[in-house]
């Protein structure tokens, strides 16, 4: 596998129209999660992806199973729960340009919570080139704490360990969260992080710098500093700012998990930096032009031209809702 994730999916519930939880008559069903997402985007990038998980013995586990299996993403080694449900989620169409949404989880007691050292498969975990874990994982149990803990260990065999702080204060039952982010992310090879997220979980303020300066373990540091753009840190090197694409947003889920996935397609590529970052631009904006958590990147050949235009042209790019299939409307309009 190019790429092995673990955490927790759920089933996601859209809003049949903009309004208040309280108001909305009907919903869609998605599936949304931090890993699940990455891997699928990843598998439809053309990779080799593996999802491991853990779901109920339940119709929305068996949704959430087809679903990420569609993609392309191997499923086989996911585990049924046959005591604790799926979990899942609501939310509002407020997130539409806007940022500001409303959410209802029900995932306390999950089977992925109950996620341990014990049931999880770990050779299979660790049969990548890469690894990718996120902080949501670690806030769901002590088990799946835990868990993290054995992965992020130093040894031998361990691949290239990737990992997602994407800290969610209202997941942490426990004042230590922060802790537990910031000693995972010093255990991991490529570290992504939000310049928000370091000042709320670490009190880190003063830019990427600041942040590397914290995080001076990890050999590729992403900070990801919203729609300005992203800075990475690799090694001695000077570190490369990478400006955000002007964008149509329909809904901002989705976006960081599709630019990890960006940026570790680059990774597993052997791009530079530069064009890493801009792959995960590109990924990102597929997710912002998108309602959903999930949404197909462009392709290939479409994103490695794009990540190749001189910064006059990427500063002037505008992208907006069906542009990934932009470029596959014009081939086939050529197309005798």
């Known amino acids: 596998m190019d790429v092995v994730t673990l955490g927790e999916s759920m089933v996601t519930f859209l809003p049949g129209r903009p309004g208040r939880l309280a108001d909305v008559p009907s919903f869609d069903r998605a599936i949304g999660g931090a890993e699940s997402n990455v891997a699928c985007v990843l598998a439809a990038a053309g990779h ?24 392309g993403v191997d499923v086989t080694s996911v585990r049924r729960d046959p005591a604790r449900p799926t979990g899942i989620y609501f939310r509002t169409a407020g997130d539409r ?21 014990a049931n999880v498969d770990l050779a299979a975990v660790r049969a990548g080139r890469v690894l990718h874990l996120s902080g949501i994982t670690a806030a769901l149990s002590a088990d799946c704490r835990a868990l993290l803990g ?20 209202g997941l942490w039952r426990t004042a230590e969260g922060p802790l537990v982010l910031l000693d995972l992310a010093r255990r991991a090879d490529v570290v992504f992080v939000g310049e928000d997220e370091a000042a709320q979980a670490w009190g880190i303020t003063g830019g990427p710098r600041a942040v590397r300066q914290a995080l001076p373990e990890p050999a590729v540091l992403v900070v990801k500093q919203g729609a300005s753009g992203a800075t990475a840190f690799d090694g001695r090197r000077p570190p490369v700012f990478e400006p955000a694409l002007d964008v149509d947003v329909v809904a901002t889920t989705g976006a960081g998990d599709a630019f990890a996935a960006g940026f570790l397609s ?32 462009p392709a290939r050949d479409h994103a490695d031209r794009l990540t190749t235009l001189d910064d006059t042209a990427w500063g002037r790019l505008r992208l907006g809702p069906g542009w990934t299939q932009a470029d596959v409307a014009e081939e086939e309009a050529n197309t005798p």
Request: hydrophobic share 40%; glycine share 10%; net charge positive.
């Open 48 to 71: 080799t992806a593996r999802w491991v998980g853990r779901v109920g013995a339940d119709g929305f586990g068996d949704h959430l199973v087809e679903r990420i299996a569609a993609y």
């Open 97 to 117: 340009g806007t940022g500001a949404h409303e959410v209802a989880y029900y995932r306390a007691g999950s089977a992925a919570s109950a996620m341990s050292a």
């Open 150 to 169: 054995e992965l992020t260990a130093p040894r031998a065999d361990r691949p290239l360990l990737s990992f997602d702080v994407n800290h969610r204060p």
């Open 266 to 297: 680059g990774t597993l590529r052997d791009l530079p930096l530069k064009s890493r970052l801009r792959h995960g631009h590109l990924f990102a904006a597929a997710a912002l032009t998108t309602p959903g958590d999930l949404a197909a990147p």
